[in-house]
């Protein structure tokens, strides 16, 4: 079913006609202004936060400013053909909800993993949703009603807990996992040690671990009683540093399909096919983890070489439709939006996420038909040119 997302810009004008305007922000800068003054001052810096000076989060960003898409004329672009097929299902667009582990702070009412769940149930934009959930997984898994559904797992050192996490994924109704390999241990992120805010060790975002039977059997008293002590215990679970011999292990968890988050060197991804993973995941987790890294697209095209037809999912510094455009130019499969869509819950909990995706959509299908790409399939790396 082709789904024309550039109507989301005739609604607008029709409501225009009528004198009313936009409640949330076209474009991302003043998104991202208007998220700043509605989040509480520690929850905007760790969102919007990065590792060290920063530098690598800007440059991924910046990196699509390099690229641009040549325009075709007399294609006749009428209608464009969104919807990809992704590990046996059919998505109706390649855009993806990135994992984020805070989210349910991101929402005026604190489950903003729900409120995300529904943004994806409204749009058809796959959930990816994070081990640090404010909500357990069951909950959110309910709330994403016929979109599928991701779970990311973030590995824990307890491999018992591990594949009680990956069962409960399963029986929750997820669709795949993704192992996000880039964090087992958090980067140097200077504004969160200046502010001292790190939501998890409050206990945030935690209710996947507080409510699993083999993590409260860890515990002396339960997390109900002792939050210290299951913070600590959680701190001491959270990371296992894992090579290349846990691959099989990690394998064998799960018959649903296996995607690696992190992967950026394509000799990673030719070990990770190897291995059995049936998608990888480009990205350097939006510069939050190493400072002085590559931006993300840039290593994108040695990625999808290396993947060799397997899928390839990606983020790290999406802001607009036109930055979609040319990730999925670049061989990317799908492709994730991370802080945008926290920004939209910020302003507008559900509503607000569902207006960034539309928002995201609909320039990017505005531009395929504009530029003469019709379809996914157009979108080659010919259509770019490099600009500097
Ligand atoms: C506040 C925040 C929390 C995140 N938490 C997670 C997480 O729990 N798991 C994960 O795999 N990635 C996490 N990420 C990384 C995103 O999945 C994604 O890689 C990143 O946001 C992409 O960069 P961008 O938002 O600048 O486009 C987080 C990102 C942000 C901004
Ligand atoms: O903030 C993040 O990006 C993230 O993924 C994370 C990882 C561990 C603890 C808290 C957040």
Partial sequence: MAQSYGSYQEEIYLRALGGVLPEFPMEHGELEERARAALPPSVWSYVAGGAGDEQTQRANVDAFGRWGLMPRMFVGA???????????MRLPSPLLMAPIGVIGLCAQDGHGDLATARAAARTGVPMIASTLSADPMEDVAAALGDTPGFFQLYTPTDRDLAAHFVQRAKRAGFRGIVVTLDTWVTGWRPRDLSTGNFPQLRGHCLANYFGDPVFRAGLERAPEEDLGAAVLRWTQVFGAPLTWDDLPWLRSLTDLPLIVKGLCHPEDVRRARDGGVDGVYCSNHGGRQANGGLPALDVLPGVVEAAGGLPVLFDSGVRSGADAVKALALGASAVGIGRPY??????????????VLRTLLAEADLIMAVDGYPTLADLVPEALRRVG
């Fill in 78 to 88: 009428k209608e464009r053909d969104l919807p990809v097929e992704l590990f046996g």
């Fill in 342 to 355: 926290a920004y939209g819950l910020a302003l507008g909990g559900t509503d607000g996420a569902v207006h």
